[in-house]
Every structure is written in C-alpha cells, then in structure tokens.
C-alpha cells in the first residue's frame, strides 16, 4: 500500500571502472544526481538519458532492488552459469560485469526479447555467451541434456506487483486469480531447472513481486521437493528507498533430486 504513495526514481548502473565518466557526462549536461554506491546513481523519475549517446555501453538503467540481487549470486571466475528466464538480461549483465569470465547461458521463451538482450550484450561488451529458447513449462532435458550449472537464476516470470509503484494503472486490471496462477507456474519452471544445479551450488530465485504465494510459498515448495537447503533469502522493500520491490532467495543444491541419469 505504501509503494503506490511513493514515485520510485531512475536508477542507472555504471558499468565497472566508469564512474568518473559518467560523472563527467551527468555534470557537463547539468544532470541532477545522487551517488549510492561506485556503480549506482539515482536521478529523477523521467530524467531522459537517450539523448547522450556518449553514455552508451557505460550505463544500464536498472532498478536499485534489481541491482541488489547480486550479492545473492556470488559467482567465481570460469564458472558455468544458466540464466534460465533471461528476458532483456538484466541479471545477467549484472553477473558479467562483476565476473566476466562466466560461462554463460541465458534462455528465454521469446526470440523477440533474446534480440534485446543482443542488443544490450553488444552495448556492453559482452561477446562470448550462449543463447537458446527454452519453453520452460516442459522439460528441458531435450535440449539441455545432462548439463550442469554452477549458477542457476531464475528470475521468474511474475505479478510484477513491486513494480506498480512505478505502473499504478495496473492495479485496475489485476485480478487475484493471477497470484495462484503464477505461484503454480513458478512452482512448474523450478522444477524443471532444479536439475541442472550442480550439488552444493545455488539456485537464485527471482521476482519482482510482493505476494507470499509467489515468494515464500514458492522458496518452500523448492525446499520441501527439488533437494535444495535455504541459505539465505530478503524482501526487498524498495518503497522506503524509492524503488521497486523484489524478493530473492539463494538455495544451495543437497541432493541428485530432479537428475536424470
């Protein structure tokens, strides 16, 4: 109820090494800014950086809560990781710029939004990843095969009900129904990427929602089926800062549960 009071500003990411840059940039357009960390910098709801074009391949707009989802990851150089619900790549560029030695793969149902995510991955830098489109209501062992991940994140699709402070229109439109629906779906596509974590590695879990059936009920779900003990897990209530709201969870794989042989 508080988020929808509350106008969340513009968070961009600086990409590693650049703030002195974009600091520069932000200064001599006369930009207004506030620093919260190296790599993050809020600015006005509205504020329009597509004019400067010399901001390209330095910048990500992302949302202070997203940008929080990475110390839940911790990822080591050459390790193998999956971004099973990629969308445009917002986690995974995220993941790369702080360890860009990954072996990544990032997948997603829609062919349309992996070519966003290209587009985003060529501004950055980024040149050496896989991509393949995965339908992951079905097993995706047709595909994938016996492959295993050091990192499994499923940012997974969702109510997207932490971001209505920016969309309150959406309100209107949402039914109730939606959240069982969801929570089932969520439920679906962890246990299809359950297997393909390597034991005693994470499975990050991902929304951009506030409803316990998609958060809590879903993390319990993964714990009590899929052979995965919770490490740690966070609501993060973005309103008090003026972001969006999101919950994450890290689960380290325990068991050959959900493998096949």
């Known amino acids: 109820m508080k988020s ?5 500003h513009l968070y961009i990411r600086v990409k590693r090494g650049k703030t002195k840059i974009v600091r520069a940039i932000l200064d001599e357009n006369q930009i207004p800014y506030s620093e919260l960390s190296d790599q993050t910098i809020s600015l006005a709801n509205g504020t329009s950086l597509q004019r400067f074009s010399t901001l390209e391949g330095l910048i990500e707009v992302q949302d202070l809560s997203s940008q929080r989802t990475l110390e839940f990851m911790k990822p080591e150089d050459r390790e193998s990781w999956w971004d099973a619900c990629a969308a445009s790549g917002g986690k995974s560029l995220l993941l790369m710029d702080v360890c860009p030695s990954v072996n990544l793969l990032v997948s997603d149902l829609r062919m349309s939004i992996l070519r966003n995510l290209d587009e985003r991955f060529d501004h950055a830098g980024i040149k050496h990843y896989r991509k393949k489109i ?18 499994v994140l499923l940012d997974a699709p969702c109510t997207g009900s932490g971001t209505w402070g920016r969309t309150p229109e959406m309100i209107r439109e949402f039914k109730t129904a939606k959240i069982e629906e ?5 439920k679906t596509i962890a246990s299809h990427v359950a297997g393909y974590v390597k034991v005693g ?9 506030v409803f316990k059936a998609e958060n809590e009920d879903v993390v319990d ?15 993060l209530d973005g309103y008090t800062e003026r972001a969006d709201s999101m919950f994450v969870a890290r689960l380290i794989k325990n068991s050959q549960i959900g493998l096949k042989i």
């Open 4 to 8: 929808q009071l509350v106008q969340p």
């Open 134 to 151: 995965l339908d992951l209501t079905k097993d995706p062992y047709p595909i994938l095969g016996n492959e295993k991940f050091d990192g």
């Open 182 to 186: 969801f929570s089932a779906l969520q």
């Open 201 to 209: 590695k994470p499975l990050v879990y991902i929304t951009c929602s």
């Open 221 to 235: 779900y993964i714990l009590n089926n899929l052979g995965f003990e919770l490490e740690s897990m966070r609501c």
